[in-house]
């Protein structure tokens, strides 16, 4: 599973729950990219959530 490099967002567990309320395991997966990222002068290959890709929190390379 990937984590977010900048904010560390990763999966979310809990249950999925069927119409007869029979419950299983679920993973909610954070939405998240791998991308090129100016770092110190150069450029370094990461994972980041597409939430930090929109706000501005890196710059891609």
Same mark, same amino acid.
């Given at each position: 599973?990937? @984590? ?7 999966? +979310?567990?809990?249950?999925? %729950?069927? +119409? ?5 395991? @679920?993973?909610?997966?954070?939405? %998240? @990219? *791998?991308?090129?990222? @100016? %770092? ?7 994972? %980041?959530?597409? *939430? ?10």
């Amino acid at each position: 599973m990937a @984590k977010c490099a900048i904010c560390e967002k990763s999966a +979310h567990f809990g249950n999925a %729950v069927s +119409h007869s309320h029979r419950r299983s395991n @679920k993973i909610w997966n954070a939405n %998240v @990219k *791998s991308v090129r990222v @100016k %770092v110190e002068g150069g450029s370094k290959k990461m994972y %980041v959530c597409t *939430s930090c890709l929109r706000s501005g929190a890196v710059e891609r390379a």
